[in-house]
């Protein structure tokens, strides 16, 4: 069998279900962004209020929480400790009002395709801000493709004509908070050992987010409102577009808790190129040559990322069946040559009237190729306690001198070994 048959069935799912989680997040983006859009365009529905737009979206989300949790008992609740709580889930909340908040505002100043041309920066941002809190290693390979790609799409932003500087600053400031928040959500979900679905949550974010964003919007929309009288609830524009949020949020958390928060920016950029393309055909956003070139430029970054990533997976997973193997094949070795020991006349070291090293490592490899077939247990005493197990056509040398576990896998595929058969530095060469 090929090398190329390598991936197992673990790491076949693990793909397929991150290319589902992010195939999904994109379509549910797509939606709420031409949605939200939509709603808070002058030019369309005319109701340009993205705070009020926001706190209608968390508090749907935040019902429907909480009928899942504590009405229906569809999920099982999770026990969070105050200082949990406030630690993690409250800076996580302010940071996704903020975000919100500052994005949602940008759709009124900037056309989709401009703002998806400015997100662009998103994957460094969540980089950099990853390496800060030891969520991400530093690799100067993976930040200069990371700045391939945010080049490639500043590119094509490049000769925008409907630059507005207030709302390029609303949609970067989102993209800083954006960033920071998307690194809080995977040390929420992995680092404190806390194990939140994502109904659980939207029941402890989405009400942190309403709370803050209470307070602007009493200042800001609040007096508009009342003075204008322009809030008039419409249930089948604001119910469905609620519900897009509301599944949007389902597919951040899952997507972010299965993969990566820098795994879901970089698919971002697919998001981006149906975006442009729907902005250009559907609601006529001027769309030039250079645009495209910029983004062609950005899919080879994340042709390569994604590469890296698979490579990265696999040999993931084969690390963590040998050391399972090697654990497991170990102490095995050890109680049963425990038990074995002396059973197969096994030469000894001088303390017991044995010979040398190298003899007993020529008998120990005859001995093997004897009974390859065979799934043997030997124990071998010469100058450090060890024992040498054979299994499945593998040799496993293990030293069990103070505590000290050792365990070589060595392939009997190759010519010849190599083995520090006393533990001073005396290697042995066997000839297969």
């Known amino acids: 069998m090929g090398k190329g048959s390598n991936l197992s069935d673990g790491v076949l799912k693990k ?69 949990v709580f406030l630690s993690s889930v409250v800076p996580i909340g302010a940071l996704y009002s903020i975000s919100l908040w500052l994005s949602n505002s940008a759709y009124i100043y900037l056309s989709v395709s401009f703002i998806q041309m400015l997100k662009a920066l998103m994957p460094v941002a969540v980089y950099t801000i990853g390496i800060c809190f030891k969520k991400e290693a530093y690799k100067g390979e993976t930040m200069a493709n990371m700045i391939s790609i945010s080049f490639g799409v500043a590119i094509a932003a490049y000769g925008e004509a409907k630059f507005d500087v207030f709302g390029v600053v609303l949609q970067l400031g989102a993209v800083a908070f954006e960033a920071t928040r998307l690194v809080m959500i995977q040390i929420l979900l992995t680092s404190k050992g806390i194990q939140l679905n994502p109904i659980t949550s939207l029941y402890y974010v989405a009400p942190c987010c309403l709370a803050f964003l209470f307070v602007p919007w009493v200042f800001v929309e609040y007096p508009v409102l009342r003075e204008t009288s322009s809030f008039q609830f419409d249930f089948l524009i604001f119910g469905t577009n609620s519900f897009c949020a509301f599944a949007l949020n389902l597919a951040v958390f899952l997507l972010v808790g299965k993969t990566s928060a820098l795994t879901m920016n970089v698919a971002g950029v697919v998001k981006d190129w149906l975006l442009i393309a729907f902005s250009w055909s559907v609601i006529k956003d001027t769309v030039t040559p250079i645009n495209l070139i910029g983004y062609g430029l950005a899919f080879l970054g994340v042709g390569y990322y994604n590469h890296a990533k698979l490579q990265a997976m696999k040999a993931k997973e084969a690390q963590k069946k040998a050391q399972a ?69 593998k040799l496993y040398l293990s030293f069990g001198e103070a505590k000290k576990k050792l365990v070589c896998y060595l392939q009997f595929d190759f010519k010849f070994f190599l083995v520090d058969i006393t533990c001073e530095k005396s290697i042995v060469q066997l000839q297969h």
């Open 15 to 83: 793909i397929i279900l991150s290319y589902t989680y992010v195939a999904i997040w994109i379509f549910l983006s797509f939606t709420v962004i031409v949605y939200n859009k939509y709603i808070l365009d002058r030019k369309l529905y005319n109701w340009p209020f993205p705070i009020s737009l926001t706190m209608i979206h968390m508090g749907f989300c935040s019902t429907l929480a909480f009928l899942a949790i504590k009405v229906f008992a569809i999920v099982e609740p999770v026990t969070m400790t105050t200082d």
């Open 325 to 393: 193997q090697g654990e497991n094949d170990e102490e095995g070795g050890r109680l049963l040559a425990e038990k074995e020991g002396g059973e197969d006349g096994i030469k000894t070291d001088g303390r017991t009237g044995g010979t040398s090293a190298a003899a007993n490592c020529k008998w120990i490899y005859g001995l093997f190729t004897r009974q390859r077939s065979s799934e043997k247990w030997i124990q071998v005493n010469l100058h450090q306690s060890f024992c040498i197990a054979i299994v499945r056509s």
